[in-house]
């Protein structure tokens, strides 16, 4: 078979050039589009050219996920493939992003903005992030999809190869790769790229659903998962293509437990709003950076929170804090702010966290959710005092209990 052909493709973005991957034969085939500029249509022509194919050549266009440096131009070069399928992944929020949806955008924002505010970042920079939302949309245009495409589907691409899409979460979660599993070649997306790790973006939740994905835990499954592969060769969506990709998974996985403990050991010290957490680790961030950092600070902390080694304090800005666990096998689950006590009664399976003091009073407490005829699911350590987890019939007797101090709402569902 042949080989994936690298055409690279200026971006304005700080990743640098992305890469465009054509599958020669008779049925030709581009995986990515680059972004909406000149420059970018223009390295296409000229990549295409190099190979004595024009984009009228084309049989098949397939776009790997919905940020713009890799579907921006789809919609100009499938006017100028009419003849070419156009294929992209239908998970997740693909399918509004890439159709260019008004709505969309403003969901985005909302979500975004709303994140911004809970980490710590003044509302004035946090309002920022609209234009910075519409300078990125600036770069992408709706794109014609003519087929719209599932994990686990396949797909026969240029020289008559079958490729297999496989979804590749946490990066992006609309974002799909292709395997080649007879001579086990992998085309990675931004699922891998040897040069600098992927960034596990803060997104809102999926349509549909209330709680937003954990980018980065979920980024850690599937690296796992990719590493179990039998793979040759892959063709990431940044940078030279390389072999053997367990000993990059592994140097990714590492990175991402070592950045997990500096971020434990700096709350060790204090509790600390995702801000201060980005200022503490990245002093001399750009500006235009702030979103990464961020993305990066919330997804090491979903890491630690789904080991239940810290939890969070607050709404209006979020205080993560450690948890050192009381008990073995234990879970922490969700909070209510007391202004929401009404809600209880209309919604008494939900789960809440409670704050109390010291270990000894959270015994006080345990001892009166009994006697009421309730149950302490779980208890944790804190710094200094305690957490506690009921659902919401025990949550109205813990309200006024005098060791109670803190009941907040769980709005880990929208950021």
Known sequence: MNLPIAIALPTPFLIGPVNSWLLPGEEPALVDAGPRTDAAWEALIAGLAAQDLTPRDLRHIFITHAHVDHYGNARRLAEAAPDATLYAPDIAHARPMLLDLEEEWERQYTFTRRALLASGLPPHLAELSRSRMADMRSYGDAVPVTRWLQSGEYLTLGDGTVWQVVALPGHSMTQVGLHQTEH??????????????SNALLEPPTPGEQRRPRALPRYVEMLRWTAGLPIQQVF???GEPFTDQRPLIMRRLQGIEERAALIHTALLERPRSVLA??????????PEEIFLAISEIVGHLDVLEARQQVA?????VREYFV?????????????????????????????????????????LVA?????????????????????????????????????????????????
């Open 312 to 316: 969070f304090r607050g709404e209006t």
């Open 236 to 238: 990431p969506g940044h």
């Open 277 to 286: 957490l980005v200022e503490h680790l990245f002093p001399k961030l750009r």
């Open 367 to 415: 001892e009166h959710c009994a006697h009421q005829g309730m149950t302490i699911h779980h208890q944790y350590r804190l710094l200094p005092g305690l957490a506690l987890t009921a659902t919401g019939e025990a949550l109205l007797a813990l309200a006024a209990h005098p060791a109670v101090t803190h009941i907040e709402p769980d709005q880990m569902m929208s950021v």
């Open 184 to 197: 086990n070649l992998f085309i990675a997306a931004d699922h891998l790229l040897p040069h600098v790790s």
């Open 323 to 363: 948890l050192l666990q009381e008990e073995e096998g234990k879970t922490i689950m969700a909070t209510i702010d007391e202004s929401f006590r009404q809600d209880l009664v209309q919604h008494p399976k939900q789960s809440y966290r409670v704050i109390v003091r010291t270990a000894s009073e959270a015994a």
